[in-house]
C-alpha cells in the first residue's frame, strides 16, 4: 500500500501562502530547502513553493481539496475566517455522515481545504 507523504502547493508569490499557512498552522516551517518551505502536519507534510507556470488564484480550486482534522470544526472554522481565510462553505453535516462536520475555506492563492472532524479510516 502507498502512503501519502506530502501536499505541494505551487504559487507564483509563495510567501503570502507561507505567510498564512503559518497562522492557520500556529507555527512556523519545520524545514526550507532553497524557495520551498514545509511543515509536518499530521503524518503527512504541506509545503509551499514557486513555479514558473502558476500565475494568480487557482482557476479550479475544487479540483483538489486538502482536509485539516480538528474536533472543533466551528471554533476553528471562526478562528480562520478571522485570519483571512475565505469562507466557502460554513460547517455542515453532510447527510452520509451525521456525526462528522466539515466546513471550506480557501486560502489567498484562492485554494480550496477543508476543516474536518476525525474520522476512521478503513484500510
Do not use: C
Not at 502507498?2 to 510567501?15: A, D, G, H, T, V
Not at 492557520?24 to 520551498?36: A, H, M, R, Y
Not at 514545509?38 to 500565475?55: C, D, E, N
Amino acid at each position: 500500500m502507498l502512503n501519502l507523504n506530502s501536499i505541494i502547493i505551487f504559487s507564483e508569490n509563495p510567501k503570502v501562502l507561507v505567510d498564512f499557512y503559518k497562522k492557520v498552522l500556529q507555527k512556523d516551517p519545520g524545514w526550507t530547502g532553497g524557495e520551498f518551505v514545509g511543515w509536518q502536519a499530521g503524518s503527512g507534510y504541506l509545503t509551499i513553493g514557486p513555479h514558473s507556470k502558476v500565475h494568480g488564484k487557482s482557476t479550479n480550486p475544487e479540483r483538489l481539496m486538502f482536509f485539516f482534522e480538528t474536533k472543533d470544526v466551528a471554533g476553528e472554522f471562526t478562528r480562520l475566517k478571522g485570519l483571512g481565510a475565505t469562507v466557502v462553505a460554513e460547517p455542515y453535516q453532510p447527510g452520509e455522515e451525521p456525526k462528522m462536520w466539515l466546513a471550506t475555506l480557501a486560502d489567498p492563492d484562492g485554494n480550496y481545504f477543508q476543516l474536518v472532524t476525525p474520522m476512521k479510516m478503513v484500510n
